[in-house]
């Protein structure tokens, strides 16, 4: 059994996984071994979870690409000083960046605007990930009635009842739950 085969089936549901070699990494630096043993054994190829805003995975071929308005200017390429270098961008939320620490490991966040201000979201990656899978699936398994409110347009109090129930279940309590969602703002 790999070290992320629940990750793999948890995230299966929402996009093609495929195993990708480190030889698709193109950054400038090695990439850690975690992350080198979550493509090859999850793979994600530009994954969308929709857990109540959208959350999006490269694959590891654009995995560098994403770091772009990060950690230098998309237009002039000129490296953006108050990014620090152990700063990974794994995913984002419309454009609010979800960070692997490649020191510690944890999983950071931040709305982007202004200075960086990033609080731990997840222990790990298999933490943060889970989550975030879990929350998906929980939205996915709402009916089209709980799930929209087509006046408000937005997710249903019982979707997001039910969403946050499923969130608590995977990490072990309610504060848990809570911690996760108000570092998101959700």
Known sequence: MSRFSHLATQL???GQLQPQ???HWRGDFPLPQTLIDF???VGPNNLQLSCDELV???????LWDYQAGYRWHGRSGEAINSWLPNWLVIADNNADPIVFDLNTEQIL???HGGEWHFQRLAIDLA?????FATMAQAIAECDADEYWDDDECCYTQPALDYRFTKLSEFL??????SDFLNVLAW
């Open 39 to 41: 493509y090859q054994q």
């Open 172 to 177: 072990g309590g309610h504060q848990a739950a």
């Open 127 to 131: 933490t943060a990930l889970g989550a």
């Open 12 to 14: 299966a549901p929402f």
């Open 21 to 23: 070699v480190s030889s």
């Open 56 to 62: 999006e995975m490269p694959s590891l071929a654009r």
């Open 109 to 111: 966040f931040d709305i």
